[in-house]
Nanobody, 116 residues
Framework: QVQLVESGGGLVQAGGSLRLSCVASGSILGISVMGWYRQAPGKQREVVATITSGGATDYADFVKGRFTISRDNAKNTEYLQMNSLTPEDTAVYYC??????????WGQGTQVTVSA
């Protein structure tokens, strides 16, 4: 089993920034892809960004140029730097990781609220 703990969420004004962190622990034999997802009230969960073990990144169009995903493989940690936040970014943000065997795990989520 792999446990994921997110942190860094909170309340911020529009135009502000937040940095989310997600630490993986437990029976980690290796983590391949790490990612961030979000779910706004009444909406489906959607992918925000992903990063491979080699550092290749992919972003949803709605965050390109504003959010940056990164990871520290030695610490089994991923980050999401979020800049120029808008009220539309308000959601619960979840981290998700995949092992080389394609098993995936979710964190418990961290609330991000952006006020107008």
């Amino acid at each position: 089993q792999v446990q994921l703990v997110e942190s860094g969420g909170g309340l911020v004004q529009a135009g502000g920034s937040l940095r989310l962190s997600c630490v993986a622990s437990g029976s980690i034999l290796g983590i391949s892809v790490m990612g961030w997802y979000r779910q706004a009230p009444g909406k489906q969960r959607e992918v925000v960004a992903t990063i491979t073990s080699g550092g290749a990144t992919d972003y949803a169009d709605f965050v390109k140029g504003r959010f940056t995903i990164s990871r520290d493989n030695a610490k089994n940690t991923e980050y999401l730097q979020m800049n120029s936040l808008t009220p539309e970014d308000t959601a619960v943000y979840y981290c998700r990781v995949w092992t080389p065997l394609a098993t995936n795990y979710w964190g418990q989520g961290t609330q991000v609220t952006v006020s107008a």
